[in-house]
T-cell receptor, first 110, second 113 residues
């Protein structure tokens, strides 16, 4: 019940394309859903987050779509750039504990 | 520029040794966290602290303790290191009222022999 399932494990997108990463959860007690971006050799950094009472949140080229009834949320990266190549983690919070997905390695080819 | 620094990038210790991992943040953040990151298991919370001298257990606190005597410093202690504690350890901090990590340090890769 604490799991967050993330897919795909890896993704290759051409420059200018849309990158889509999906996450699904079971526990309806989760109340906050952040995404993190991690570059090689660095720690993750908070990218964008959404509450379950909102269906979409956009920050620049990054958008979270949230489907409460399906218990799914996704990260869309519009106009993907080589500099977006990184590992992305979704997460879900219950109380003060985050449960992370296993990560998606994104490669944006030039 | 935001900074979370960890005392070592790589560390090799022997089974049974007491190990100290230090983390310092320069952003005056209230919240600090210790995670471990393992292939196939992702990031798992060991402990977090929302104020000086305050600490809360995360998902996997067994075999670990923490200390937060000053706001900017959060230490993770392995009381008696074991081989199953070989991992990447990540410290994080945040000012977020959501009490989730905002910025992570670069990590300490610990090998316990």
């Amino acid at each position: 019940q604490q799991q967050v399932k993330q897919s795909p494990q890896s993704l290759i997108v051409q420059k200018g394309g849309i990158s889509i990463i999906n996450c699904a959860y079971e526990n309806t007690a989760f109340d906050y859903f952040p995404w993190y971006q991690q570059f090689p050799g660095k720690g993750p950094a908070l990218l964008i987050a959404i509450r379950p009472d909102v269906s979409e949140k956009k920050e620049g080229r990054f958008t979270i779509s949230f489907n409460k009834s399906a218990k799914q949320f996704s990260l869309h990266i519009m106009d993907s750039q080589p500099g977006d190549s990184a590992t992305y983690f979704c997460a879900a919070r219950r109380y003060s504990t985050l449960t992370f997905g296993k990560g998606t390695m994104l490669l944006v080819s030039p | 520029d935001v900074k979370v620094t960890q005392s070592s990038r790589y560390l090799v210790k022997r089974t049974g040794e007491k190990v100290f991992l230090e983390c310092v943040q320069d952003m005056d953040h209230e919240n600090m966290f210790w995670y471990r990151q393992d292939p196939g298991l992702g990031l798992r919370l060991i402990y977090f602290s929302y104020d000086v001298k305050m600490k809360e257990k995360g998902d996997i606190p067994e075999g670990y303790s923490v200390s937060r005597e000053k706001k900017e410093r959060f230490s993770l202690i392995l009381e008696s290191a074991s081989t199953n504690q070989t991992s990447m350890y990540l410290c994080a901090s945040s000012f977020s009222v959501e009490i989730i990590p905002q910025y992570f340090g670069p990590g300490t890769r610990l090998l316990v022999l």
